[in-house]
């Protein structure tokens, strides 16, 4: 069973950055297609994408963090980062690693079949 662990996340004043890590464990990066997620979801709001990499490197971004937030992985570690700079109020929500097989970076969110427990981040002014 993959399972998926984020950390990273706390809180930090507008214009600061985070860098959120997700740690997984019997996840096979070897697979033959493979996309990892993050995800994002405030009080009251649906849970929505915010940024994906797939096994050939391609990557997506929410309209809402483009220029703001960069999604890397490394392979080697299993982890993947989400580094999220100039961060502003209505970023604050609680985030989620999320990973599935035979996939391209989607942020959809049906696509994904695990997910992590979350990883709070709090943007104050």
């Known amino acids: 069973q993959v399972r998926l662990v984020e950390s990273g996340g706390g809180s930090v004043q507008a214009g600061g950055s985070l860098r959120l890590s997700c740690a997984a464990s019997r996840y096979n990066y070897r697979y033959s297609s493979y996309c990892m997620g993050w995800f994002r979801q405030a009080p009251g709001k649906e849970r929505e994408g915010v940024a994906a990499i797939d096994s050939v490197g391609s990557t997506l971004y929410a309209d809402s963090v483009k220029g703001r937030f960069t999604i890397s992985e490394d392979n080697a570690q299993n982890t993947l980062y989400l580094q999220m700079n100039s961060l502003k109020l209505e970023d604050t929500a609680m985030y989620y690693c999320?990973?599935?097989?035979?996939?391209?970076?989607?942020?959809?969110?049906?696509?994904?079949?695990?997910w992590g427990q979350g990883t709070q981040v709090t943007v104050s002014s």
């Open positions: 999320a990973a599935a097989y035979r996939c391209s970076a989607s942020l959809v969110r049906w696509q994904y079949n695990y």
